[in-house]
């Protein structure tokens, strides 16, 4: 927690032994004593609870007692979840992703708007992919010899797999090697209309057919390749859960966060992944597709 957000955060408490002043730029206050003055001398409104029983039992208390005198006591995934829209994967319990599956808005209302807006979008991107294929694959094939789409398989929906569309942006020996290799912003081997397309998203616009097909939805977590999945999910818990919903041509974890490529970036795009698959609504898609048309408009990225 930061002073940042829209929290007053005085500080925090720790053990009896605790050797540090500070932590993330904010006082280390005290040990319990100081927290049992705090109490009973009304100076804090909340108390995020981020210690559990068995880690600190009479410092537990002493946070969970506060309730008595009208304070807040709320988990720290709690406040993190709020404040910063995405869910800390790695200080959540085991049985978390239980509780998630009750929370998932299912109603019928809603799902109908996710289908229509799938239907929707993917049949007026077919009209603007009919336009501008001609132009593009003029370009691509003039800029680097070669097929004019790419496709590459990806783990979808409850983890079945499924072959992603895109116009080519690499050269067509990108993957000589045979090893999978991270894309980056600044990777060599993205050709020059490719950065062009990669900066605009026009890339990405054949994946409107998977969408169409079903594979995939126009808002979601991005699909991955199986090679990077199973070696995120050795790090990064809950990673496998992403796919309880269709992935998405463009998603919160995208509006949210930079283009990342390394496996801390996964963990921050998953923990922004979780949040939607927990929070999704009608007023939610709508804001991740304004965000998107506007970064897609000033070529910020997404």
Request: a neutral charge; glycine letters at 8%.
């Amino acid at each position: 927690m930061s002073r940042s957000s829209s929290l007053d955060v005085l500080g925090y408490i720790g053990d009896s032994n605790e050797e540090r002043t500070s932590y993330e730029g904010l006082p280390v206050l005290g040990d319990r004593d100081t927290l049992h003055y705090l109490i009973y001398h009304n100076m804090v409104d909340m108390i995020i609870m981020a210690v559990e029983y068995g880690a600190n039992p009479s410092l537990f208390k002493e946070a969970t007692d506060a309730a008595q005198f009208g304070i807040s006591v709320v988990p720290m995934e709690v406040v993190y979840e709020s404040c910063g829209g995405k869910i800390p994967v790695e200080h959540v319990g085991d049985q978390w992703y239980v509780a998630l599956q009750s929370e998932r808005s299912t109603s019928i209302l809603y799902l109908c708007w996710k289908k229509a807006l799938d239907l929707a979008c993917g049949l007026f991107g077919l009209l603007v992919l009919a336009v501008v294929t001609p132009v593009l694959a003029i370009c691509i094939y003039f800029d680097s010899p070669g097929p004019i789409f790419y496709s590459q398989e990806r783990v979808g929906y409850h983890g079945r797999p499924f072959r992603i569309y895109k116009f080519r942006s690499m050269r067509v020996d990108a993957e000589k090697t045979g090893q999978a290799i991270w894309a980056s912003k600044t990777d060599s081997r993205v050709t020059r209309i490719g950065r062009f397309m990669r900066t605009t998203h026009l890339d990405e616009l054949p994946q409107l057919i998977n969408i169409l097909r079903g594979e995939m939805s126009l808002i979601g977590p991005r699909p991955e390749r199986a090679t990077f999945i199973k070696e995120l999910e050795k790090t990064i818990p809950f990673y496998s859960h992403r796919h309880a919903v269709k992935p998405g041509l463009t998603g919160w974890a995208q509006v949210k966060y930079r283009y990342g490529n390394s496996d801390n970036d996964s963990l921050i795009k998953l923990q922004y992944d979780l949040y939607y698959i927990k929070r999704q609504s009608f007023m939610l898609d709508l804001f991740i597709i304004l965000n998107t048309v506007i970064e897609v408009l000033f070529r910020k990225g997404v």
